[in-house]
Nanobody, 127 residues
Framework: QVQLVESGGGLVQAGGSLRLSCSAS????????MGWFRQAPGKEREFVSA???????????YYADSVKGRFTISRDNAKNTVYLQMNSLKPEDTAVYYC?????????????????WGQGTQVTVSS
């Protein structure tokens, strides 16, 4: 069982930055694939970014086209934490952001691949 707790959301002006954090319980965090998704009002939950374990100490990062070049995902296994650095924020980035975890994920953009989810953190970008 893995418990995920997100933090770092808030209200920011367009062009600003936020860093989301997701703290995970458990002793095998380093072998979990981690993802960030978001859901805006009236819309489906959508993929934002993921960092997938490739064995050993190798991880690969993935990004939705809409955030590529603006968002950066990273992880600190010693702290059982994954981060999402969000720069150049736009009003369309406004959503509840969710952290997710799973193992041996094939399709990182698919919500069903992730077994564990956090409660979400609100990000609001004003124009």
């Amino acid at each position: 069982q893995v418990q995920l707790v997100e933090s770092g959301g808030g209200l920011v002006q367009a062009g600003g930055s936020l860093r989301l954090s997701c703290s995970a319980s458990g002793r095998t965090f380093s072998s979990y694939d981690m993802g960030w998704f978001r859901q805006a009002p009236g819309k489906e939950r959508e993929f934002v970014s993921a960092i997938r374990w490739n064995g050993g100490r190798t991880y690969y990062a993935y990004y939705a086209d809409s955030v590529k070049g603006r968002f950066t995902i990273s992880r600190d296994n010693a702290k059982n934490t994954v981060y999402l650095q969000m720069n150049s924020l736009k009003p369309e980035d406004t959503a509840v952001y969710y952290c997710a975890a799973g193992r041996a994920i094939v399709a990182v953009t698919t919500t069903a691949e992730y077994a564990y989810w956090g409660q979400g953190t609100q990000v609001t970008v004003s124009s």
